[in-house]
Nanobody, 117 residues
Framework: QVQLVESGGGLVQAGGSLRLSCAASGSILSINAMGWYRQAPGKQRELVATITSGGSTNYADSVKGRFTISRDSAKNTVYLQMNSLKPEDTAIYYC???????????WGQGTQVTVSS
């Protein structure tokens, strides 16, 4: 199994920046891709960004040009750099890992991001 621990959420004013971190442990060699999802109150969980073990990235249209996903393989950690934050980015952000040839999925506990106007 893969365990995930997120950190880095908080309160920031619109236009500000935050960096989220997600540290993976356990069966890390089996990880195929990691990513960030978010869920705002009353809304479904949605994809924010993903990065594969090969380094390919994918972003939701709403965050393209503002958010950057990256990884540090030596630290088994994935980051989400969030710039030019907007109030509509307010949500709980969840780290996700897909592993064992994309047959299994793990979630972190979530970290709150609040952007004030």
């Amino acid at each position: 199994q893969v365990q995930l621990v997120e950190s880095g959420g908080g309160l920031v004013q619109a236009g500000g920046s935050l960096r989220l971190s997600c540290a993976a442990s356990g069966s890390i060699l089996s990880i195929n891709a990691m990513g960030w999802y978010r869920q705002a109150p009353g809304k479904q969980r949605e994809l924010v960004a993903t990065i594969t073990s090969g380094g390919s990235t994918n972003y939701a249209d709403s965050v393209k040009g503002r958010f950057t996903i990256s990884r540090d393989s030596a630290k088994n950690t994935v980051y989400l750099q969030m710039n030019s934050l907007k109030p509509e980015d307010t949500a709980i952000y969840y780290c996700n890992a897909q592993y064992d040839s994309y047959t299994r999925r793990s979630w972190g506990q979530g970290t709150q991001v609040t952007v004030s106007s």
